[in-house]
């Protein structure tokens, strides 16, 4: 997240508005396949976001993810400096490509260990990223966003628990595009 904030999210740079990415605080970070929540708290503890937020659709993750959550809200002011602006963390149980589960469309870093997702499942996280906002950064792990609407700003092997895997930093280049403006677009 330290690159994002000091290279790819200053103002006016890339893709950015006049604020930029993280360069306050505030902001809503998403993990789409957030598992047990880890890397939300991990990005809350990085940077102060106004809230940080995951969906799981495996129900036993999504319950670690939840105790988590409740010992982050309930005791991150005792763990922080006193002036630490603390990020509200929610999980949220269901499928990320069903924005009626959890809308998130606002999200200015979002986040996907896409290792295991297929391609059908890239697509569709892809169509719904469309609808986030010009600059909005989304990071995925071996595979890229298949999208006309997201530039790659990196990507490198890091070497994880799991093995290698290449992280993703990509940069939504177009305002919000609606649903029906991207069925019959040719993926990147």
């Known amino acids: 997240l330290q690159k994002i904030k000091t290279k790819y999210g200053v103002a006016g740079q890339y893709a950015n508005d006049d604020e930029g990415i993280m360069q306050k605080p505030g902001g809503v970070f998403y993990d789409i396949g957030s598992g047990t929540g880890k890397p939300a708290i991990a990005a809350a503890l990085l940077h102060p976001f106004d809230l940080v937020s995951g969906v ?3 129900e036993g993750l999504h319950s670690s993810s939840q105790e988590l959550a409740a010992v982050w809200n309930n005791t991150a002011h005792e763990l922080l400096p006193g002036d630490a602006i603390i990020p509200r963390a929610e999980f949220t149980l269901g499928d990320g490509t069903d924005m009626g589960c959890l809308d998130w469309s606002n999200g200015n870093l979002i986040f996907a260990n896409s290792t295991c997702f297929d391609d059908a499942l890239m697509e569709k ?3 719904k990223a469309a609808l986030l906002k010009k600059g909005s950064i989304f990071i995925t ?6 999208s006309p609407y997201f530039e790659v700003l990196e990507y490198e092997m890091y070497q994880m628990s799991w093995g290698g895997a290449t992280v993703f930093i990509q940069q939504k280049t177009s305002d919000p ?3 029906t403006e991207t069925e019959g ?3 990147k």
Do not use: C, G, R, V
């Not at 792990?141 to 298949?146: A, I, Q």
């Open 177 to 179: 595009i609606s649903p």
């Open 185 to 187: 677009q040719e993926n």
């Open 125 to 127: 996280i892809a169509d």
């Open 56 to 58: 799981e659709i495996l």
């Open 141 to 146: 792990f071996t595979k890229k966003l298949p």
